[in-house]
């Protein structure tokens, strides 16, 4: 069964986009299994002298992660016009192990209008860069409001653009 791995570029507690994901979860289909990944604080700071050999624990789980996954969802926030370091990090663990290589990837921004370009401009050159296939990027605003104390989003046009975005992902898993 198709697997998608959820990675969320915030390491805040009530995280809008680590619910964006969560809820994401919550809507997959029977057909599609999904983890929501949750040790993007543990990685260490990118070295090249890492020996890809013998990875710390943290890349170890990342890489696992990333191997078991038919296609990888990211939602980011913009941390000062681009991408928070932790996620830029994460995404730079895997240049030299070509672990996104040719995968597909889509990312939701959850930004508020007119917030959140630069993230997804970031996104586009470095996934581009690393050759992961580039296959969805729903913008849907996620207001806090929206949230439940379970930290699902709880706005059914959201929660319908997000059944829309899984449908068109199973379609594109099926082929
Ligand atoms: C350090 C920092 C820098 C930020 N820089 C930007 C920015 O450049 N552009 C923007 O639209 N929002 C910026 N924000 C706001 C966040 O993107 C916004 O609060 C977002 O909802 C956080 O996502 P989260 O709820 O998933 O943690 C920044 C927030 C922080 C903490």
């Known amino acids: 069964m198709p ?18 994901l969560r809820t ?15 040790g993007l604080a543990d990685l260490p700071a990118f070295t090249p002298d890492a020996d890809p050999e013998r990875p710390h624990p943290a890349v170890a789980a990342l890489r696992a ?18 991408l928070p370091g932790s996620l830029k990090n994460l995404l ?8 996104l ?21 970031t996104m586009e050159l470095v996934l581009g860069y ?3 296939e580039i296959v969805d990027r729903p913008r849907v605003p996620v207001a806090r409001e929206a949230i439940d104390a379970d930290g699902i989003v709880t706005d059914e046009p959201f929660r319908d653009e997000m059944r829309a975005f899984l449908d068109r992902i199973a379609t594109r898993l099926s082929r």
């Open 24 to 38: 994401i979860a919550a809507l997959a289909p029977d057909g599609l299994t999904t983890s929501l990944f949750d």
């Open 3 to 20: 697997h998608l791995s959820l990675i969320s570029g915030s390491t805040r507690a009530q995280s809008s986009n680590t619910c964006a």
């Open 130 to 132: 690393v050759s992961a």
């Open 65 to 82: 992660d990333l191997a078991a996954a038919d296609l990888v969802v990211f939602s980011t926030p913009e941390y000062a016009g681009t």
């Open 92 to 99: 730079d663990w895997t240049v030299g192990t070509a672990d």
């Open 101 to 121: 290589y040719e995968k597909p990837v889509a990312w939701t921004n959850v930004a508020a209008p007119g917030r959140g370009g630069g993230a997804d401009e």
